[in-house]
């Protein structure tokens, strides 16, 4: 079965470019998360959806940050525009609401916004 | 207060030895869950292993197992037989359903070295 799939696994983008990172879940889950991750603050939950509609986005760190998830099958993270301190690895995880709801992580995003 | 505590920045252990890494937990759900996950040089995330608060049973998957004590608040990993391939660093995370619905709240992680 195919895991959680994200796109592009790295980035290096300028200072104030559009970046859009791109996540396909596990299909049939229905709960997806995007995280950051970081060397000084760890991995911080930006926004999570159920069943593609956003639940919480309270850890989105500001009007820059903007996420979609049109479809069951397809999410996107944008950053416009970017800048030096979004650099980090940017998860994307999806669960199944039923049992132990355990959260499968894609590969990651490396980007480097220059 | 910080929900999930992993004491050990990092720990080394010899190969082919048992290895335990701490985590302890603050929540005042009786129902939550918790899960350790594994984070290679790679990069990657990877789910070792879940408890319930529930379940009875402490939790193992191959040579993964967790140690739970629920009046400790406790939820240690157990690594039997270290193999070079466990060196990684380790996340402890829980899930307090009604607290934090579907979050997790993630620990700062421990970083695993195991010698030759």
């Known amino acids: 079965d195919a895991g959680v799939i994200q796109s592009p696994r790295h980035e290096v983008t300028e200072m104030g470019q559009e970046v859009t990172l791109r996540c396909k879940p596990i299909?049939?889950?229905?709960?997806l998360f995007w995280y950051r991750q970081t060397m000084m603050r760890g991995l911080e939950l930006l926004i999570y959806?159920?069943?593609?509609?956003?639940?919480?986005d309270s850890g989105m760190p500001e009007d820059r940050f903007s996420a979609k998830m049109p479809n069951a099958s397809f999410s996107t993270l944008k950053i416009q525009p970017s800048e030096p301190r979004d650099s980090a690895v940017y998860f994307c995880?999806?669960?199944?609401?039923?049992?132990?709801?355990?959260?499968?992580f894609g590969p990651g995003t490396r980007l480097l916004v220059l | 207060a910080q929900k999930i505590t992993q004491t050990q920045p990092g720990m080394f252990v010899q190969e082919k030895e048992a290895v335990t890494l701490d985590c302890t937990y603050d929540?005042?759900?009786?129902?939550?869950?918790l899960f350790w996950y594994k984070q290679p040089s790679s990069g990657e995330m990877i789910f070792l292993i879940y408890?319930?608060?529930?379940?009875?049973q402490n939790a193992t998957e191959g040579r993964y197992s967790l140690n739970f004590q629920k009046a400790r608040k406790s939820a240690n990993l157990v690594i039997s037989a270290s193999q070079l391939g466990d060196s990684a660093m380790y996340f402890c995370?829980?899930?307090?359903?009604?607290?934090?619905?579907?979050?997790?709240?993630f620990g700062e992680g421990t970083q695993l070295t195991v010698n030759p």
């Open positions: 929540t005042s759900d009786q129902s939550y869950g």
């Open positions: 299909s049939g889950h229905d709960y």
């Open positions: 959806f159920n069943n593609n509609v956003p639940i919480d």
């Open positions: 408890q319930g608060s529930y379940d009875e």
């Open positions: 995880a999806s669960s199944y609401y039923r049992g132990k709801r355990t959260q499968y």
């Open positions: 995370a829980m899930r307090d359903f009604q607290t934090s619905g579907s979050r997790l709240t």
